[in-house]
Each structure stands twice: as C-alpha cells, then as structure tokens.
C-alpha cells in the first residue's frame, strides 16, 4: 500500500541483534503504509537473520562482517521503493513512528528526513561525540542539524548517490548528512519518541564512544581535504581563464 502514490521501503542494517530486532519487525509489519521491510544481516554470528525472517522481513545476507555503512549501501541497491527509511534494529518502542519520517516526503515538504531523540539524562556519555558532529557539520557545510548521528532517516531514493556510502564504521551517518546538505538536498528534522539500548558508561560503552569519534574525525579530515581540493580546482581554473 503506497502512501499519496510513494511506496515504502525499510532497511535495517543488523549486526548480532536477535534480541531486538524481532520486536522492531514486528511493529514495522504491522503498519499499513510499508510495502516491504528488509534486514541486510552483516555477518552476524547469532540468530538475528533467522529472527528477523521469522518475524516478516526479507533477509539478505552478507558473507562477513562489514561494517553498517556497506550494509546499507547493499539495502539501497536492493530496495527500489520511492521512500527508503533507514532504521537502527534496536528499537525497543516507537517504530510505528516512523511515519513522522515518511509523510513530509510524501507531501513533498522534504527529500530527507532524520529523526531526532529526545534527550536522556544519566546515560551516555559525555557529549564529546554530539560536539564533534555539531562542529564538524558546520565546519564543513556551514549548516546545523540536531540529529545528525541518527540513525533513523528516511530518504527520497533519487536523491541518493552511491557516494553517500563510501564511509567506515560509525561515520556513515556523519558523512551522509554531511554529503545532503554540500548537494542542496532539502532535508527536515522532526521530533519523535523512539527508543533504542543505550550505550553505557562501561568499558564497552567507553569504547563504542572512542570509535564513534574517530570514524566522525576521519570523515570531517577527508571531506576537508575534498572541500580544498575542490577550491584549487577552482582557482586553477579561474587563473586560466
């Protein structure tokens, strides 16, 4: 079933995570207006490609463990729906809300869409990763977006490129963002009341953070070293004529 004549596509990316992504499928599956909802399993090492067809999602499998961003490039090559929403599988409530996302896209208000969490107090972190992300969007493109980490976004698939996806481990977010707005792409933040498993202030979580920074570094370093590349050019160019 479309919505205002747009069919609806889920990709959810998913990584060891057969303990949450049945609950997330289960509630997509029972929404109207998504035509088809699809677990692109990287490499997992439990059950989560046996959960996740069990509860109503097409799988496709990759080979080994690659990284979020290669899975979801599979997804979007796999789906071609005119929507594509893009959904973290640890969703514990509120994936019906995912049309908050897709409806500013239907009524052509938007051709992108992030989700943005409210607040939590006494979990987390520090805030350096969110920092960094604030800072870096605006260094890089002049803009500020609130939920530029978010992993809930839904898109206009013919406003996505391939280059959207050439980023490694927790950057992809960071990079895509990055990349729809340097392309003019109209995009809108809207408030919704998901909730996901919370990274702690343990070891593990410390560590989740730490890489978080890097791979968000490394992408503000690359597509600054893009940005004055493009600027020579320019100039270059300019001097000649």
């Known amino acids: 079933m479309s919505l205002n004549g747009y ?18 499928i289960e509630t997509l599956v ?15 090492e439990d059950n989560t490609a046996y959960v996740a067809a069990s509860a109503g999602a097409y799988v496709l499998s990759l080979p080994q463990n690659r990284g979020k961003a290669l899975a979801m490039k ?10 594509l929403v893009f959904l973290d599988a640890d969703i514990t409530e509120g994936a019906c809300q995912i049309i908050k996302l897709i409806e500013p896209i239907c009524e052509r208000k938007a051709e992108a869409v992030i989700a943005r969490f409210p607040m939590t107090t006494g979990q987390g972190g520090f805030g350096l990763v969110r920092a960094l992300a604030a800072k870096g969007l605006y260094f890089l493109t002049g803009k500020t977006l609130t939920g530029v980490l978010s992993g809930q976004r839904a898109i206009l698939r013919k406003a ?17 963002t990055a990349d729809m707005l340097l392309q003019n792409i109209q995009i809108i933040e809207v408030d919704v ?12 979580g410390f560590l989740h953070r730490y890489r978080q920074f890097i791979d968000i570094f490394l992408v503000i370093i690359k597509k600054t070293r893009e940005k004055n590349f493009s600027k020579r050019i320019a100039t270059t160019q300019k001097e000649q004529d």
């Open 193 to 204: 009341n998901m909730k996901h498993r919370t990274t702690g202030r343990d070891y593990k």
């Open 7 to 24: 069919d609806i596509g889920v990709i959810i990316p998913a990584y060891n995570e057969e303990v949450y992504i049945g609950h997330t």
């Open 160 to 176: 996505i490129n391939d280059s959207f996806f050439e980023y490694k481990g927790f950057g992809i977010e960071f990079g895509m």
């Open 30 to 44: 029972s929404l109207p207006y998504i035509d088809r909802i699809l677990v692109v399993d990287d490499g997992s």
């Open 74 to 83: 599979r997804g979007y090559e796999a789906m071609h729906t005119h929507v």
